[in-house]
């Protein structure tokens, strides 16, 4: 490809890629950056030759202008907008043209946008060259600017320049201290060695007198490596006289040409050299990228040539084919949908859980911090336990905790659990819907046919709110059924049965409250003897730890002056109930199964441990009879 036509080339790619925002392919290209006071558009208007850019107060370039100049043999020079199809022969027009543009996405208030203006002018005195002019950096505010104005325009800068192919032409004012360049600076913040870097230096016939900008120029002070061109652009006085661009130029040249510092660096100096240095760098840039780019561009076209294969023939398609049209794109639809199931896919944001990780989090670990947030505390006070305990007794006597008291107070606890699991369902639906979301904006199959597109997100939503309902009533089901039946042989209620028993045991014992009475006892026909099992290990050690056991839980009991200690375990310190020992009677008896070693106790009232006025307690010899004996009269007597 001649070299007269890379640039060209280019220009046509800028364009196919501009409404895609961020283009596919780094293509080379040359952006000017520096602050608002820089001359950047002073030193453009100089390469194309016109007056065209809008000038005034505070920001003028509110969005990328992408100048593309092509020289051409016309007749008489014109623009042309990518925008607007007729040439513009007078670039006052062209100025016009601009500044409404960028009010109309970027509105009046001197705000910015990212979106790009792109310009061609077509002459024979311009070099084939494209730049793109950024907003000029600032710092203040001014007018109805949003208050971060500084950092939008700096994000919107470093974004294209960042980008490797990237050259930047960074205007600096001789004026002013290099070293406070901004244009320079943001410049170091993605070319730290200056490698793709181009200074251009504006103002030197502004700068005071006995200083100059020879040591910048032969970069001594901070070398890049394209260096650094000098320029004279028209000042302020010239641009109210309407000084014409040719005038200009030959004044620039005759500043660099007559002045004692810069005379010897006059043919490397000024507007024209400047053209046609970037011409020639922008050349063997695109030189040297040009197999990527033309590798990329082949991927590309047969990417988009196999989806269009993929969306089928034109409208004259038949019948038949149609069909199979919105066939293959429900099922590639039906693909990508589990394919992100499988976890196959690549969020946008990796800084986050998505698809089925997301799912698993739901359910492994959210839905378990939920269940664990439940307190019983919460749920059941004393009082409550204490009326559901009074209530499962009714009239009769209140001996022991009942075992529907105890069902109770325990499906209150399992009807907990319906909140976060429905809580959890509806987590598991939300996602879900914002998965087919997702799906459905990446199937571009099925994108093409908008109608198809409504009907296949209805029906999945529809799909999605079935099943939900139907997940909410199973889950229901499951928790009911729970409440239906309290399975106690489960092994992790085997681990807090004592805990519980414990528990209920102590509320049982609760005074009754003002204006309650409790039940009286009620004196059987017949008393019914408790049989009990004495436990060796502890009766080494002498009258303590007697175990008692009956139809509702095993008891250890220790004597204690004038009253029995009744523990759930032998190891408990703190007894649950206290037995008054003040009116029993104690003898040796022949117990139910024929054993002599038994003794009865007598008492006044039913107690906790005992259905019946009497106890009977069994031993394995006499001598622990008699020795339990004693202790019960000595405790009874002390």
Request: a negative charge; proline letters at 5%; aromatic letters at 6%.
């Amino acid at each position: 490809m001649p070299l007269n036509e890379l640039i060209p080339m280019v220009n046509q790619l800028q364009e196919a890629f501009a409404p895609l925002g961020i283009p596919p392919i780094d293509l080379p290209q040359i952006a000017v950056v520096g602050s608002q006071s820089s001359g950047k558009s002073s030193v453009l208007e100089s390469l194309v030759g016109y007056d065209f850019l809008p000038r005034g107060t505070g920001i003028c370039t509110r969005r990328p202008l992408v100048l593309q100049l092509l020289n051409e043999n016309v007749d008489q020079d014109y623009a042309q907008f990518a925008h607007i199809t007729r040439r513009i022969y007078s670039f006052d027009d062209v100025k016009k043209t601009i500044q409404a543009e960028t009010d109309r996405v970027a509105g009046n208030t001197k705000g910015v946008s990212p979106d790009p203006i792109i310009l061609r002018v077509h002459s024979k005195n311009v070099v084939n060259l494209t730049l793109v002019d950024l907003p000029g950096l600032t710092k203040v505010p001014v007018g109805d600017q949003p208050q971060n104005i500084s950092e939008v325009i700096r994000s919107m800068v470093l974004d294209i320049i960042s980008r490797p192919n990237c050259i930047i032409l960074a205007v600096t004012p001789a004026n002013g201290d290099l070293a406070n360049s901004d244009g320079l600076q943001i410049a170091r913040e993605v070319d730290p060695q200056g490698q793709r870097t181009i200074g251009v230096l504006t103002k030197l016939d502004l700068m005071d007198a006995g200083t100059d900008a020879r040591e910048i120029l032969e970069g001594k002070v901070y070398p890049l490596y394209h260096g650094y061109v000098a320029v004279v652009n028209r000042s302020q006085k010239d641009i109210d006289t309407a000084k014409s661009m040719k005038s200009a130029l030959m004044a620039e040249k005759d500043f660099f040409s007559t002045s004692p510092h810069y005379s010897h660096l006059a043919n490397r100096q000024g507007t024209l050299y400047l053209s046609k240095k970037l011409n020639s760098i922008l050349e063997d840039h695109i030189r040297s990228c040009m197999p990527d780019i033309s590798h990329r561009v082949k991927v590309m076209l047969r990417d988009a040539q196999s989806e269009l294969v993929q969306y089928g023939d034109d409208d004259t398609a038949t019948e038949q084919q149609q069909r199979a049209i919105v066939l293959n794109s429900i099922t590639r639809f039906c693909q990508n949908f589990h394919e992100y199931m499988q976890g196959n896919c690549r969020h946008k944001d990796q800084s986050v859980l998505y698809g089925p990780a997301r799912l698993r989090h739901i359910f492994t670990v959210e839905f378990r911090q939920h269940v664990n947030t439940l307190d019983s505390r919460d749920a059941l006070s004393d009082e409550d336990i204490h009326t559901v305990r009074r209530n499962a007794v009714g009239v009769h006597a209140d001996l022991f905790v009942p075992n529907a008291a105890f069902e109770t107070l325990v499906k209150q606890l399992i009807l907990q659990l319906e909140e976060p699991a429905a809580a959890c369902v509806r987590t598991v639906s939300e996602e879900l819907k914002q998965l087919l979301r997702d799906v459905l904006e990446i199937s571009k199959e099925i994108g093409r046919f908008e109608e198809l597109r409504e009907r296949v997100w209805r029906e999945c939503m529809t799909m999605l709110s079935e099943r939900t309902r139907a997940t909410g009533e199973f889950v229901q089901n499951i928790i009911n059924m729970e409440v239906a039946y309290i399975n106690t042989d489960n092994p992790e209620f085997e681990k807090i049965r004592t805990g519980v028993y414990r528990l209920m045991a102590a509320h049982q014992s609760m005074p009754p409250k003002e204006g309650g009475a409790e039940v009286a006892s009620v004196t059987p026909s017949k008393p019914t003897p408790s049989k009990a099992q004495g436990d060796d290990s502890s009766h080494r050690e002498g009258p303590a730890g007697v175990l008692v056991r009956d139809q509702w839980k095993p008891h250890y009991i220790r004597v204690s002056p004038k009253q029995l200690e009744v523990c759930v375990t032998k190891q408990d310190t703190a007894p649950i109930r206290h037995v008054p020992l003040d009116g029993c009677s104690f003898k040796v008896v022949d117990g139910d199964d024929g054993k002599t070693n038994c003794i009865e106790i007598s008492l006044p009232r039913r107690s906790f441990f005992a259905t019946a006025e009497t106890v009977s307690l069994g031993f394995s010899g006499a001598d622990e009879a008699r020795s339990w004996i004693n202790a019960l009269n000595r405790a009874r007597d002390s």
